[in-house]
């Protein structure tokens, strides 16, 4: 009973994390719309005074419920690995105790939920840190598959952090000619690719240009 009670605990967590996730994607993606302030953009303009083109506050209720979405889905995440490690162990002793073709006649809790829902990962590498504001025809990045308007989640070894222009220039100079796997965010829907740092006719090794959220 214990057991039965645990796994439709969990997978309540699950469905509760998917929800979290979808609203800070559409937080995310409203924050981060063309002319929008990002994360931690200013909400003053260069005089000092509130920007009129934005709904101040509106872009701060916003921050702040991501702010209290991110917290949230990480305390989530702990409860739903907890969860399943109680759920293994329980698993594994009965098999020792137990070992029988009846004793399992469903999947684990593990395996559904590995199956059904690929979020066991720091929510932290969900969000993006930069998008791309500016990309060139023919450009490494434009011929890699990257668009305007991609939000970066991932780029190399480069996540959300501190340092991020730095560390975005470092990555790309030191895998010239070697390729660089992306996760991105387009459109509400995470993306994978392979960039290739390389020199071309115009600017940079990549042909684009980042603008930190």
Do not use: Y
Not at 126 to 141: H, K, L, T
Not at 146 to 168: C, P, S, T, Y
Not at 182 to 197: D, E, K, S, W
């Amino acid at each position: 009973m214990v057991a039965t009670n645990l796994k439709a605990e969990t997978f309540s967590l699950v469905d509760k994390r998917a929800s979290m996730e979808a609203e800070m994607n559409a937080i995310i993606a409203q924050l981060s719309a063309p002319g929008g302030p990002g994360f931690s953009g200013n909400l003053v303009d260069a005089e000092g005074f509130p920007r009129s083109d934005i709904d101040i506050p509106a872009i701060r209720a916003q921050r702040a419920r991501l702010l209290a979405l991110r917290n949230d889905h990480k305390a989530v995440t702990a409860k739903i690995d907890e969860n399943l490690q109680v759920l293994h162990s329980a698993k594994l002793a009965r098999n020792d105790l137990q070992r029988s073709p009846h004793s399992e006649p469903s999947a684990s809790v593990h395996d559904r939920t590995s199956q059904t829902s690929p979020m066991v990962v720091d929510p932290i590498a969900r969000i993006p840190f930069a998008v791309i504001d500016e990309i060139s025809d023919a450009s490494p990045a434009a011929e890699d598959g990257l668009q305007l308007g991609d939000q970066i989640i991932k780029f190399g070894n480069v996540e959300i952090g501190d340092a991020l222009m730095v560390r975005l220039a470092s990555e790309a100079q030191s895998n010239e000619g070697h390729p660089v796997p992306v996760l991105i965010m387009r459109q509400g829907i995470l993306m994978n690719f392979t960039i290739t740092p390389r020199h071309w006719h115009g600017r940079g090794l990549l042909g684009c240009h980042f603008r930190i959220l």
